[in-house]
């Protein structure tokens, strides 16, 4: 596999898994756009959540452009956060919001167009999708949306490996990558000890 898209809405861990298949695979990381980097830039909210829902499309629309033209450079890469993340995080923010009819309907139909081009750059671009579920039972309704979003939207690709806390992230790392070039343990403990420094 030479195109590995990682989702979830922790961002550390993702992090960590990424950094981990990256000394595994050797591959180039695509990383995101931490979304503060791309509010200065375009003149948007300063918190996400509290975007409307058009600057929320923006920055979907922003990340997704900036995203496929770095992975297109690269022949062999592990993508953190993939093309999905931002949709889930926008779809999420616009599900708890509060506005008319017509406007909701507007968003729908935004959110399903944006939906198809990115589902449809995805399964033609990653090998496999690895998503980390969302392990926190915090009761945070914006946390547990984006999940759900993610799930969904990875389902049509071909390849998709679930990480929860019942797994072995170690045997799901024997799975997808053949020739490490250290094993999945010295990985993942190698990108923990970097990530939390």
């Known amino acids: 596999m030479k195109k590995i898209a990682i989702t979830g809405v922790n961002k550390q861990d993702r992090i960590v898994l990424t950094h981990a298949l990256s000394y595994l695979t050797g591959y180039d990381i695509v990383r995101q756009t931490a979304y503060p980097i791309q509010a200065i830039k375009y003149g948007w909210n300063n918190e996400l959540e509290k975007c409307n829902w058009q600057e929320l499309f923006l920055y979907v629309l922003a990340s997704f452009t900036e995203r496929i033209e770095t992975e297109q450079q690269c022949e062999q890469y592990i993508s953190n956060g993939s093309v999905f993340n931002e949709l889930a995080d926008m779809e999420a923010i616009v599900d708890l919001s509060a506005c008319s009819k017509r406007e909701k309907k507007e968003q729908k139909f935004m959110i399903a167009g944006m939906e198809q081009i990115i589902t449809e750059y995805a399964v033609k671009e990653y090998d496999c999708v690895i998503h980390i579920s969302n392990n926190q039972q915090d009761g945070n309704a914006l946390s547990a949306n984006i999940d759900i979003n993610l799930v969904k939207l990875t389902e049509n690709c071909e ?15 024997e799975k997808i990558i053949t020739n490490p070039k250290v094993s999945p343990q010295s990985a993942l403990e190698r990108a923990k000890q970097e990530i939390v420094k």
């Open 159 to 173: 390849k998709v490996y679930l990480i929860n806390r019942e797994s072995a992230v170690t045997d799901i790392l």
